[in-house]
């Protein structure tokens, strides 16, 4: 059956339901809806496969997975998913966080192109995600704008959620346990204008580095406003990705600072050996422009741009008492931890310019010399008037 339309309702056992109101996107593997959830009136969203794909060999077996992987990782930066339920026709559809915002390619579409602070900061989330995703052997292998979305945390700042591990890759796909693989040697899956060479190439021993390449061409479209590399025939693009560098970012946008331009050239290395290897370094390489500003003896590495989205975080669940739970478990959304960006002190920056040390800082130093040296040059000009004066007998 197709994604059911809004106003309908899907019965789950022991007396629950979703009913289905908008629908949220579409894409390539299935249609996304908002659900609420009866009795307890918690809003959710639910993913449905595209009905042509029910019957392919692979993809339902790792629509299931993306549920198994999703709900295993426990970072903030993860879009939760709660579980995987069948409709009374059998069909399967994923339960998943609604999320209010937008994605990062419409984030770009709608604002521009982003100050190299916001674009910092929202892919050194990114990144957090994927820390954890890379240390349990997963590779998501489709990272692009679509699947970063950007919401807005308590603080009023940008909250980055990743989505859609449907075609993650793990070790062996699962070889070891026993389990078909759910890939084949050679097989490309992803979006190819965000995809490594290797992974074009159809390389089998994929990392997180394949992952780091595809944010340094998010970031570099962020960034410039244009995907590093493009063209309407697949065969043409791959041989640019494969064996040309993008355009330089400073010939795209002249304001950007030569390190941070260094940084996303060397995510995007063709060379992984070359390529900056994993997320976390990714995220220490950032960590100069995506520092939040401070009042006191910082130095600031851009000045701040916009830092909010259009949408916030939606309340999960209601106020009231708290009601049963669905089949697939629907819990209260944990409320969003920001981390505080460390304070770059001492030492300078090429690209760095020096607030003001406020009340404790250089300032105040200066004044307490200027005053003594005054008090000082006082006293001995009395001093001297004294014994002056003394000698020629006005005393």
Not at 10 to 16: D, K, S, T, V, Y
Not at 247 to 260: E, I, N, S, W
Not at 332 to 361: L, M, S, Y
Not at 381 to 386: I, K, P
């Amino acid at each position: 059956m197709p994604a059911p339309t809004p106003g309908a309702t899907i019965p789950l056992p022991r007396g629950e339901s979703f009913q289905i109101g908008r629908v949220l996107g579409t894409g390539g593997m299935g249609t996304v809806v908002e659900a609420m959830h009866a009795p307890s009136g918690r809003r959710v969203a639910l993913k449905f496969l595209h009905d042509e794909l029910l019957d392919h060999p692979t993809i339902p077996q790792r629509f299931a997975r993306e549920v198994d992987l999703a709900t295993s990782l426990t970072t903030a930066h993860v879009a939760r998913t709660f579980g995987l339920e069948r409709t009374p026709q059998g069909t399967p559809f994923m339960i998943m966080e609604l999320l209010d915002g937008r994605d990062l390619n419409g984030l770009i579409r709608g604002e521009g192109k982003l100050s190299p602070a916001r674009a910092a900061r929202i892919i050194s989330q990114a990144c957090e995600a994927l820390e954890e995703a890379h240390a349990r052997g997963i590779v998501h292998r489709d990272l692009k704008p679509e699947n970063l979305f950007v919401t807005v945390a308590a603080d009023g700042t940008d909250w980055v959620k990743v989505l859609d591990f449907g075609i993650s890759k793990v070790a062996d796909d699962g070889a070891e346990a026993g389990k078909p693989k759910l890939t084949r040697v050679g097989t490309t899956v992803g979006t190819p204008e965000y995809m490594a060479p290797e992974q074009l190439r159809g390389a089998k021993d994929l990392d997180g580095s394949a992952d780091v390449y595809s944010l340094g061409c998010v970031l570099y479209e962020a960034l410039s406003g244009r995907r590093p590399f493009s063209s309407p025939r697949y065969e043409e693009l791959v041989r640019l990705i494969c064996t040309t560098d993008a355009a330089p970012l400073q010939q795209l946008r002249g304001d950007l600072p030569p390190a941070f331009c260094d940084v996303v050239a060397r995510a995007m290395a063709r060379d992984r050996k070359a390529r900056i290897q994993t997320a976390r370094a990714l995220r220490d390489a950032l960590a100069p422009w995506a520092s939040s500003r401070r009042s006191e003896g910082t130095v600031v590495m851009e000045p701040s741009g916009p830092t909010s989205g259009p949408g916030r975080m939606s309340p999960m669940p209601h106020s009231g008492p708290r009601p049963s739970a669905p089949s697939a478990p629907v819990p209260a959304a944990a409320p969003a931890r920001v981390a505080p960006a460390p304070a770059v002190r001492g030492g300078t920056h090429p690209d760095a310019t020096i607030v003001d040390d406020g009340p404790d800082g250089g300032g105040s130093k200066t004044w307490v010399v200027v005053l003594i040296s005054s008090i000082v040059l006082l006293l001995a000009g009395g001093a001297a008037l004294f014994f002056f004066g003394h000698d020629i007998g006005l005393h």
